[in-house]
């Protein structure tokens, strides 16, 4: 057994006797359910921990994690997970978190092939596509990079907007937000986009799904 393996198995049982010391209690309340009020779509990079980011306790973020936190509706994975925190968990608010310095976007910039992610790359490269113009305006590199993730997520919002799912439950009245924030990897902090949708209202009319 490696020295890391071993490690990570004595580190849980390290954490369960401190949860267990500040709460004897703590692992049987969470066995009884949960009621997140928060669905997290991230990015899959190991530096972007959602719960840890926002201070939050298990049971409190519902997360699905891809490369640069698409959105793609044939995506089954992803439908399965928003419709189980919108139509069961019934979560308040869905978080698009993306970060500077993402793998996924920058590998969309560029055309060296990955292997099977390239599948997964044009999806990105779409959205590179829809904002060509501007972004290729940009003459920093480093610039045009972080103007790219956050036009990602905030596409990923209106795509999320779009799907039934989100559109059913507004339909329904349910109080659900839709926010895109980007982390930034060299500072800790996030910062909202200002994309914060909680009505098909808010997209253009040939989105807004008739039930």
């Given at each position: 057994m490696s020295d890391f393996y071993k490690k990570i198995l004595d580190n849980n049982k390290e954490w369960v006797e401190n949860a267990l010391a500040k709460?004897?209690?703590?692992?049987?309340?969470?066995?009884?359910?949960?009621?997140p009020p928060l669905l997290w779509i991230g990015c899959s990079d190991s530096r972007v921990p959602a719960n840890?980011?926002?201070?939050?306790?298990?049971?409190?973020?519902?997360?699905?994690?891809?490369?640069?936190?698409?959105?793609?509706?044939?995506d089954m994975n992803m439908l399965s997970v928003?419709?189980?925190?919108?139509?069961?968990?019934?979560?308040?608010?869905?978080?698009?978190?993306?970060?500077y310095g993402c793998g996924g976007i920058k590998a969309a910039m560029g055309n060296q092939s990955i292997g099977i992610i390239d599948n997964w790359i044009r999806h990105i490269k779409d959205v590179y596509r829809l904002h060509n113009k501007y972004l290729d305006s940009i003459?920093?590199?480093?610039?045009?990079?972080?103007?790219?993730?956050?036009?990602?997520?905030?596409?990923?919002?209106?795509?999320?907007?779009?799907?039934?799912?989100?559109?059913?439950a507004w339909k329904n009245g349910q109080d659900l937000?839709?926010?895109g924030w980007v982390y930034g990897?060299?500072?800790?902090?996030?910062?909202?986009?200002?994309?914060n949708i909680s009505s098909n209202l808010?997209?253009?009319?040939?989105?807004?799904?008739?039930?």
């Open positions: 709460d004897p209690n703590f692992f049987a309340d969470l066995a009884k359910g949960q009621t840890e980011i926002i201070g939050a306790k298990p049971g409190e973020v519902f997360v699905h994690r891809n490369i640069a936190n698409m959105v793609v509706h044939s928003l419709d189980y925190a919108v139509n069961v968990l019934k979560v308040k608010h869905v978080i698009v978190c993306g970060h003459e920093d590199e480093t610039e045009r990079f972080n103007t790219f993730v956050e036009i990602n997520i905030k596409e990923q919002v209106f795509d999320l907007s779009k799907t039934s799912i989100v559109q059913s937000s839709i926010h990897l060299n500072s800790g902090f996030v910062t909202d986009l200002n994309v808010d997209l253009d009319e040939v989105f807004q799904l008739q039930f």
